[in-house]
């Protein structure tokens, strides 16, 4: 049995832990619980989505803001049947709703996320698409769909990734292949570059620490 303490101080990669993920406003406003069905699957796959894909993007860019995370089923389809940016039930499993396998048998998980190294630019007219076209060069996702406020983003995670990439920020719709992506980015920083304080040699050890189940 998972106490919602316990659960909320697991670590998901080396930047990020379980609590940041389960905040919602939507439950806030409307008490509506936000906790796993399946902790342990919801663990797993909020574990793989952090050192994949969130952890890269901190060691990269620097602070990373958590959006949305982790949404319960009763969630979720409260905040879909009210008008409240949320899709379908069964559009969001294994995004959103990280304890739950996709129609196909999928594992996966999702979060919204805002960069504001990145947002700051774009707040100045700088285009989605080169941080698009860095994620899909340096990143294994199944697919990002990004926003017009701050340029947020979804970005998900899936067994067997698909690598698309979708936007409502003009131009609307899947980013196709763009024959000078590098070049759109040449000016970011070095992919995973940034040098965060090492522990004294004595505490040094070969991973993150890490909360099993």
Not at 77 to 92: P, Q, S
Request: glycine content about 8%; overall charge neutral; charged content about 25%.
């Amino acid at each position: 049995m998972w106490s919602l303490e316990t659960l909320g101080r697991v670590r998901l990669g080396r930047h990020f832990f379980m609590r940041e993920f389960l905040y919602s406003e939507i439950g806030n406003i409307h008490r509506i619980s936000n906790i796993p069905q399946n902790p342990d699957m919801a663990i797993e796959t909020g574990r793989v989505l952090c050192e994949t894909l969130l952890d890269p993007l901190v060691e990269t860019f620097g602070v990373v803001s958590v959006r949305s995370g982790y949404r319960s089923p009763e969630l979720n389809r409260f905040g879909n049947e009210n008008g409240l940016n949320c899709a379908r039930n069964d559009y969001n499993w294994a995004r959103h709703i990280w304890d739950f396998v996709d129609h196909k048998g999928r594992k996966g998980a999702c979060s919204s996320v805002v960069i504001p190294w990145f947002a700051d630019q774009y707040a100045q007219g700088r285009d989605w698409r080169d941080l698009a076209c860095w994620m899909r060069d340096h990143l294994c996702f199944h697919d990002i769909w990004f926003f017009p406020k701050l340029c947020a983003f979804n970005l998900g995670w899936r067994d067997d990734p698909a690598g698309r990439v979708f936007s409502y920020i003009a131009p609307k719709g899947e980013l196709k292949d763009i024959a000078d992506a590098p070049a759109r980015y040449a000016d970011f920083p070095a992919f995973r570059g940034l040098a965060f304080p090492a522990p004294p040699d004595r505490f040094a050890c070969p991973d993150h620490p890490m909360e099993r189940p």
